[in-house]
């Protein structure tokens, strides 16, 4: 282990305590989000020649950033992430004597945080896993993903003198594969988090689980987010299905985890409208020669597969790409899944057609974890769309109608997970609210005098935070500003 | 794998369906509670002649257990279980177009318990951790333990009878390690959740962790449960401290998980009290003989531990022994911490002795993950009892004051779990309602037809629970019965 990792760590473990506080937290957040929004302007050219994912795009997701970091700042505000119980002398067993009970979630400790590449924002230094770990009081060691290694110190920088009046270590920047490693493995972390490849994800997952003190490891490694529509659907809208198809999957040069690459259509599918849709498609740069060199391979691997034929050939220029697209049969697809099933990361899919409906849900029960699945149908064959929502909702965290899998809202409402291999943690989403639910440790205090207790289980509700009470619900006093 | 093994995984796979409606959870849980009450008249000889825990203590038992099933049921009843979500069109990210999402905790899918040899009905076959999954919707595979199986045979076919009508895979029982260990690894058990050893919670989780594809698995795996005695309280209060800790440690033969293994007293403490607050207690039978071979082991280890002595030396007869207890100093325990702070699994408890209050927080900090960690202090010493109450709760899962660890109330408020070796999911609870957390996935479903839905999340609220409507919690309408 690395002498600078140690140290970096030794700062995660003393901002634990400054991180104890709801203001502490809420500063952090909300300081981080305004600093962002503040720095918009320098730090977008940088990502934009880091990453080369567009201006616009880049700076929509600044913007999604600091939505995130606002947002766990209120659930922290409000005290939802403390889920504070009080139990006086309910009903309970035993019947007596009964004791006092006071139940709070508290951090869980540092946490070591693995950056994504395709989100150099929103799932990066100041992104969704920070933001969450934050918000349940976890200081983070942050390994920055080497797709935009300038853009990652900018911002630990920014986020550095928000939090040295806070919580000087809330966030340690490390940069090796090997100190990435080195985190995992190190007995002050607490938890991981991690967003990228199934191999990736797997391997940090092991490592986690093989401590000699195993740690919670949150692993999102994407899937192939299949698309099923249905015969009713193909007939009345095939033309804006198509077209809807060819924007998500080439949306962000096809580098999201929810990227739709497996559309499942009718036999009767008119091939022209999936080429009219992609016609003079202009391509996009991929995010690093790594993934350019894994998606061609991919590519290659897509042509080359039995029964699946490349309609669409994209050119290539360096890391350049324009879309590509596979057809191929349902058949095929259950014959070659280690090809035709597999996530390959850039613009790419595969529509494979099925000839009966029986076809359709068979596959929908054999397939494997996905972050999402999405359903196109209409009124005609709602039992048809019934049954696919019953036998996906078991395998996706997500389960979308008549639209597609890109693009996810950030609410309380949002799962964004799903079973292996889409993440290794079914329980548990890393965007939206609950994120925070994989941060935290409950612990009951039991008879504790008042004054030692933690704030958020002090009678008197110090922190105004909503709390449940013998049983019932008792918001928060509206306190006026 | 055994074929009968596979016969009752797919008797699981098959009941998941039945278990999603609300009212066939709440029948299946107060079902099997009646029952249970009902036959307790039969059950607690069998009981008493395999576990030798006493009629009083196995009675006592029966409610505790019948309650857990009616805790559970209400739990669903209201709908808590479903943590069910619902975002129309509130503030999020995207701005617009803004998804319809509903979010709703569902079954994470059919769950192997290993029962308990300690609580042959509360965690056992219709245990804790059964009556969590099924209020999670999740059929059991249930490993019964060999301590006790004529009784785990008789409540298996008690529950078959009531979820017979209702769910019929609902349960299954197993018996053999090797089925144990074969569910574990099958392909259609998505969690596990076990009670028991450090040695064999182990074994089982890292099985867990290596499937192809890993399940979470929770082992709630015993601690030694450290009680600190500050000087005041000592001063004050040293005769019925002896006597509490004297009854806690051996309750129930010092079989429980959270039996006081160690208490730190000040050098000051009169060890005359602690012999007078075991003189002329009668024995118990431990569970096994397999327990007993343990415990006789452990005691040997611990007297011949350099600078522990053996006070008071237990007699045995067969699966019977006395009491014991070892005094020690806090320097010899952190110097031989794998004997004397080893969980030594019967009534004997080690007595460790500091010199300044210097040693006792030092000791607070270096502890590793307990299930409790208990305080003894006085108004005189708040400040050293609040440094401790604050080391305290990052290395346990519940904090008690001035009482004892035994007796885990059954609340909402109660977490009964901690951070490693104490558990494998720090951030998970096996007692109190939030167990049945361990269970569930949530999914959230986009712009899905109301009708598609399912029932916790259509906007008629058909079965009448608690739901989050765009971020205001909705109480379920009072509905006169």
Chains 1, 2 share one sequence.
Request: charged residues 20%; aromatic residues 6%.
């Amino acid at each position: 282990m690395s002498a600078a990792l140690d140290q970096t760590v030794a700062s995660a473990v003393d901002a634990l305590a400054s991180l104890e506080a709801l203001d502490a937290r809420v500063d952090l957040l909300r300081g981080v989000a305004d600093t962002l929004d503040e720095a918009a302007g320098t730090l977008v050219p940088v990502a934009e020649r880091e990453t080369g994912l567009g201006v616009a795009r880049l700076t929509g997701e600044v913007g999604r950033t600091s939505f995130q970091l606002r947002l766990m700042a209120d659930v922290v505000a409000d005290g939802t992430v403390f889920d504070a119980r009080i139990d006086h002398a309910c009903a309970t067993w035993p019947p007596a004597p009964r004791p006092d009970l006071r139940r709070a979630s508290l951090a869980i400790g540092p946490v070591v945080v693995f950056a994504a590449g395709n989100f150099p924002f929103a799932f990066s230094v100041a992104g969704g896993d920070t933001a969450s770990a934050w918000a349940a009081g976890c200081p983070v060691v942050l390994k920055a993903h080497p797709g935009h290694p300038e853009l990652s110190r900018l911002v630990a920088e920014l986020i550095r003198r928000v939090a040295a009046e806070i919580a000087p270590g809330a966030l340690g920047l490390i940069e090796s594969e090997e100190d990435g490693r080195g985190a995992v493995c190190h007995p002050e972390i607490r938890a991981g988090a991690f967003t990228g490849s199934l191999a990736g994800g797997r391997a940090l997952f092991d490592l986690a689980c093989a401590r000699a003190e195993p740690i919670p490891f949150f692993a999102e490694m994407g899937s192939i987010n299949p698309v099923f529509v249905t015969p009713a659907a193909a007939a009345r809208r095939a033309n804006e299905i198509a077209g809807g198809f060819a924007d998500s999957f080439t949306l962000g040069c096809g580098q999201f985890c929810t990227k739709p690459g497996l559309v499942v259509v009718p036999e009767s599918f008119d091939r022209q409208l999936l080429l009219d849709a992609l016609a003079n498609r202009s391509g996009g740069r991929l995010l690093t020669a790594g993934i350019a060199e894994a998606y061609a391979r991919g590519l290659e691997a897509l042509s080359r597969t039995d029964g699946a034929e490349l309609l669409v050939a994209g050119t290539r220029d360096g890391l350049e790409f324009t879309p590509s697209l596979v057809l191929s049969s349902l058949a095929a697809v259950l014959e070659h899944p280690e090809s035709l099933m597999s996530e390959c990361f850039g613009p790419v899919s595969v529509v494979a057609s099925y000839r009966q409906t029986d076809e359709l849900l068979a596959f929908a029960t054999q397939l494997e974890g996905q972050l999402t699945a999405t359903i196109h149908a209409e009124e005609d064959d709602a039992e048809l769309a019934g049954e696919l929502v019953r036998r996906l909702s078991p395998k996706a965290g997500r389960v979308a109608f008549n639209g597609w899998p890109t693009g996810v809202a950030v609410t309380s409402a949002m799962q964004h997970g799903g079973p292996y291999p889409a993440t290794t943690a079914p329980g548990t989403t890393s965007v939206g609210t609950a994120a925070v639910e994989r941060f935290v440790r409950p612990v009951t205090f039991q008879d504790i005098p008042d004054a030692l207790l933690p704030p958020p289980l002090q009678e008197s509700n110090p922190w105004n935070i909503v709390r449940r009470v013998d049983g019932k619900l008792a918001e928060a006093k509206v306190v006026s500003a």
